[in-house]
């Protein structure tokens, strides 16, 4: 936003920031398709090689194929992701699908058609989705009064109405009073209200109430959010409170459990579906029928018209040396191609008749932001619009369900990560719109300050750094462990037993004493990784399993993905490893946390980023490790309040007291990345420290060829 600006200048600028992120966006794809070859892409998993296909049935419309291989898939495409299918070149292919289910070794996608090439020998590559920035763009060019005031809010332009509270029956007797207090204010709200959901504190829960409040009062609700899990969340708390819910969204995105909620499926329960069945069995009668006649291509139609085969056709004539049994061969192509066209044109409307009855009947309208664009969301109108992730969606995002309804209310949590923007010239689309009307309009939102989350310890840092300790802890939550789930204290006494008891919930491994704490680079990587730290993630990870810590229980959350691929090869699949985004939202028993960066100028690079500190610290449920370099971390005035704050109330271990991690470390995935020979199967690790400095020393150099070994 700059300095007065109008609503016009700004939705200009608005306009030309999409076009950036959407051509950093495609050319990223783009880009990586170019540079990494079908195998290397396959390596880093957004490439799946070697796939053969069979259509294995047809549902709402779209052709299921299932496409497998002998050897097993490993990938980061997932379930509702966009892929390309592609004999060899991505790049050149135009065939879309949408992944709809996934195996240990086959990976079914839903085509809107499957040509027979698309069978045999294809690879499947993730690809971006073009569709979302249009439907931005085409929103900004057809806003309506409900729109423009939000932008005319967010830009000072407006002054917001105020607001009052509305006294409520909950239906949930279970809400507290912070999330009574919010769904009162945003019920008496008659432009907007902005609900401040921290960690764990039942933001969807009180959507939930909010939008069955609302039905009660007579409004019609749009209830969106930037995710399809969001979303799914939402439906499968409202689907059986009574409310007449519709969930909008290609089927293959929405939780099979939901399925009963989708339009596509309360089509099908519709009175008139037989009529619409019926068409659409004509419909591809005669398109089969139409396929045994000549297609009139233009190698065929020798530059005639419809209207002249035709023509010819009723003489019996020939012309142009296009013989008559040729043309005639093309006219009833023709005649029964206008009958198909015609019969689906009757279906389609018919079928979007059966839509807008649907959604006209429906209470509330569940969808994406992005999938409120379609045509078929419009059938409202619509009262008000509740977004959730609001803080996790661009403004042009969010607009398209504030677009549809009189009045909305956002929730989300800006202390938390803002959109993801790849272009570095569009990166003020990652300030939101829920940002910007709190820092202007702060009386016009209401915190939600019970957390149900965490014990009591794990949540006093972040609530004193990032929400002026106004968050506490519910009884349910304020004093667990790990030892109520079973889990017992290690034996011994050693500086390992202090890292693992259960009753030391926040534990800080500081490796500032050790020589071999630094961070590293790999050759062409703009990345990092700390192989001390990762070799302690296993360390702690093998002791916890061997006290009864199950696998699923625990998670590891490094901010480089350098480090969460290198951690990711020490480790059993079961246990999740991702970057900081990965785990928005997300919640484990046990998260040990390696910050990665160590290094002699103290540079802290993105770590400086504290709405990632600010995740971080807040997904663990029971016990949560840190591991890094504390003299490194001290040169930012927050993580020293961190440090601090561990050290005087809760436990911090010297790593250079902790036993070595045991003598064989499993390095398959760097050896798959790094091209190390394949006949090595570990490194060695012996037990005297300065032999393992020392072939640490030499490992790295190989790793890293002429690059020194304490590049800091």
Known sequence: MRENETLTEFISHLKVLIEMERKAEIEAMRAEMRRLSGREREKVGRAILGLNGKVVGEELGYFLVKYGRDREIKTEISVGDLVVVSKRDPL????????????????????ETVPEWALKGVRLDLYANDITFKRWLENLDSLRDSGRKALELYLGLREPEESGEVDFTPFDRNLNASQRKAVARALGSDDFFLIHGPFGTGKTRTLVELIRQEVAKGNKVLATAESNVAVDNLVERLANSGLKVVRIGHPSRVSKNLHETTLAYLITRHELYGELRELRVIGQNLAEKRDTFTKPS?????????????????????????????????????????????????????????????????????TTNASAGLDVVDYGPYDVAVIDEATQATIP???????????????????????????????????????GLIERYPEKSEMLTVQYRMNERLMEFPSREFYDGRIEADESVREITLADLGVESPDGDDVWAEVLKPGNVLVFIDTARREDRFERQRYGSESRENPLEARLVREAIERLLKLGVRPEWIGVITPYDDQRDLISSLLPEEVEVKTVDGYQGRE????????????????????????????????????????GDSSTLSAHATYKRL?????????????????????????????????????????????????????????MQSIYGDAPYNPF
């Open 92 to 111: 050149k292919s135009d065939l879309i699908g949408t992944v709809v289910e996934k195996g240990k070794r086959f990976i079914t996608v839903a085509l």
């Open 298 to 366: 233009p190698k065929y139609r020798r530059g005639l018209s419809d209207r002249e085969i035709l023509r010819l056709a009723s003489k019996g004539i020939g012309t142009r040396g296009v013989p008559a049994r040729l043309i005639r061969e093309m006219a009833e192509w023709i005649r029964l191609n206008e009958r198909v066209q015609k019969t689906f044109d009757e279906a389609r409307k018919l079928e979007e008749r059966i839509a807008r009855e649907i959604i006209r009947e429906a209470d509330v309208v569940l």
């Open 397 to 435: 995002s969010v607009l398209i369900p504030i677009n549809r309804a009189r009045r909305f209310v956002l929730a989300g949590d800006h202390k938390q990560l803002p959109p993801t923007i790849l272009s570095e010239k569009a990166k003020e689309l990652s300030r939101t719109l829920f940002e």
């Open 588 to 627: 484990k028993e046990v998260v040990i946390l390696s910050f990665v960066r160590s290094n002699r100028r103290r540079e802290l690079g993105f770590l400086k980023d504290l709405r990632r500190l600010n995740v971080s610290l807040t997904r663990a449920k029971r016990k949560l490790i840190l591991i």
């Open 643 to 699: 440090v601090e704050f561990v050290e005087e109330r809760e436990t911090v271990v010297d790593a250079k007291e902790l036993t070595e991690p045991p003598a064989s470390i499993s390095i398959d995935h760097v050896r798959g990345i790094l091209g190390i020979s394949e006949t090595e199967e570990s490194i060695d690790v012996p037990k005297d420290a300065e032999k393992a400095r020392e072939k640490d020393r030499d490992r």
